[in-house]
């Protein structure tokens, strides 16, 4: 029984470091035993009632064979007092062939007694043992039952643990995307604005790009003879100004002399 429990607790030991062979299941181990335990105690109680049945049996026909003795002296001493010396001796007879069957009982009978004290013994240790094996399956099972709740949970922690790991990476992943993305997008819009997108692209129209560049020349040429023009018209102006101004000058500095 001993080795028993310490193999019990072994595989309970084991479940709970995970060493043991996932298969055996030690709740389903010790409710198996305690089943043959009381297969055992079924069986010694049927040995004890047939031994029990024996001796009783046995006891009757002893009790049988005494009444008989005892019928066969009360015949023996009537037919002494009524002169029939061999009715006595028939009687007599009789009675010895019954106790000589009576004694040879007796040994059986003692047999009997003996083996029914040895399974009352027996029983009465076995049931004892269940009753305490019992209550250590019980409180083993429940043992089993904490250390499977508590694997179970560390499992579901490791794997939690796991998941939570990998959505950070991915988390960080993400984050690094749209950084990268972000920045991507800010420079497109710098280069948009700046204009340089389409020169850095090599997406332009060539022939656009020329057209352009003619407009931009004619329009330069235009304003460049627009000021000329200007410019010319001024000139003109000034000598008419200057002609003008010198006969009044004349005019002034002979009237002194006139007058």
């Not at 607790?9 to 305690?34: C, F, G, M, R, V």
């Not at 002169?83 to 047999?111: F, I, T, V």
């Not at 993305?181 to 090599?202: F, I, N, P, T």
Request: glycine share 6%; hydrophobic share 40%.
């Amino acid at each position: 029984m001993s080795s028993f429990f310490q193999r019990a607790h072994d595989i309970i030991a084991a479940k709970a470091n995970k060493a043991l062979d996932k298969a055996e299941n030690p709740a389903d181990t010790l409710d198996l035993s305690y089943e043959k335990m009381l297969e055992q105690i079924t069986q010694v109680r049927k040995a004890l009632v047939e031994v029990a049945a024996s001796r009783k049996r046995l006891e009757l026909q002893e009790q049988q064979l005494q009444s008989s003795i005892d019928h066969l002296q009360d015949q023996a001493q009537q037919a002494i007092g009524a002169g029939r010396e061999d009715l006595a001796r028939e009687a007599l007879s009789r009675k010895a062939q019954a106790q000589q069957q009576m004694d040879g009982m007796q040994p059986q009978h003692d047999q009997l007694v003996e083996q029914q004290q040895h399974l009352e013994q027996t029983l009465s240790a076995l049931q004892q043992r269940v009753n305490s094996f019992r209550t250590q399956k019980e409180t083993l099972k429940a043992q089993y039952a904490a250390a499977s709740a508590v694997s179970s949970v560390n499992e579901s922690v490791a794997g939690i643990s796991s998941t939570i790991s990998d959505s950070g990476a991915a988390l960080q992943r993400a984050q690094d995307k749209i950084a990268q993305m972000q920045a991507h997008a800010g420079a497109l819009d710098e280069l948009l604005e700046s204009g340089v997108l389409e020169d850095v692209g090599g997406n332009t129209d060539d022939i656009q790009h020329e057209l352009d560049q003619l407009g931009s020349s004619s329009q330069v040429e235009t304003e460049l003879a627009a000021l000329k023009a200007a410019s010319a018209g001024a000139l003109p102006a000034a000598g008419q100004t200057a002609g003008a101004a010198a006969p009044a000058a004349d005019t002034s500095s002979t009237s002194p002399a006139g007058s």
